[in-house]
């Protein structure tokens, strides 16, 4: 089945302690991205990447790393996390961008305390 | 940067009744998507209307798209009670390389049975 798989689904963690949230994807798309939702803000993206070993910055890059080493996953990285990150985080992929919708994962929510 | 914005916010109907919802949006785009959310799940990817139509059509949907007014509506006939989530609407300016795909903040649509 066609998808993008996000881990963990929930994820409760202290401010400052490092984490990561992996985003697979099995459909061979070039584009990935990473976006946080928030209450009254909608989506805002954070990263994406056109490719292997290429990303770039989306609206909302403060706080987070992402990485790109094989086509297939794009994890968020967030070193040192602090209350404001808490959020729902949607990991999503597209086969180009400019003529194709994103497909999306179910989500990450995370709170920092 | 958030581009397109949906109206109404929110929009309450009866079930087997017409549901539209509108989106307008600030500048050029290849494309607009429409988008709909269950509550607290990822976001799933209904149509995709290119800047050189006026109207598409997918089942129950019907996406209409006027760039000199640059603004488009999403209609749900028939609606029933599964119907009821979030839309949004996405509009795409992606272009050399980059990601340009923008959210509104969506319309929350509820179905009474």
């Known amino acids: 089945e066609a998808q993008v798989t996000q881990n963990p689904r929930y994820l409760i963690t202290v401010t400052g302690k490092k984490l990561t949230v992996t985003c697979s994807q099995n459909m061979n798309h070039e584009y990935m991205s990473w976006y946080r939702q928030d209450p009254g803000l909608g989506l805002r993206q954070i990263y994406y990447s056109m490719n292997v070993e290429v990303t770039d910055k989306g609206d909302v890059p403060e706080g987070y790393k992402v990485s790109r080493k094989e086509k297939r996953n794009f994890p968020l990285i967030l070193e040192s996390p602090s209350p404001n990150q808490t959020s729902l985080y949607f990991c999503?992929?597209?086969?180009?961008?400019?003529?194709?919708?994103?497909?999306f994962g179910s989500g990450t929510r995370l709170t920092v305390v | 940067s958030q581009q397109g914005e949906e109206d109404p916010q929110a929009l309450s109907i009866q079930e087997g009744e017409n549901a539209t919802m509108n989106c307008s949006y600030k500048?050029?785009?290849?494309?607009l998507q429409w988008y709909r959310q269950n509550s607290g799940r990822g976001l799933v990817h209904l149509i995709l209307i290119r800047s050189n139509e006026r109207e598409k059509h997918s089942g129950r949907l019907r996406v209409t798209l006027d760039t000199s007014k640059k603004s488009s509506s999403l209609l749900i006939t028939a609606s029933r009670a599964a119907d009821t989530a979030s839309y949004f609407c996405a509009t795409d300016a992606s272009g050399g390389g980059a990601d340009g795909l923008t959210f509104g903040k969506g319309t929350h649509l509820i179905i009474q049975p």
């Open positions: 999503a992929s597209r086969l180009t961008a400019d003529r194709y919708g994103y497909t």
């Open positions: 500048t050029s785009i290849n494309n």
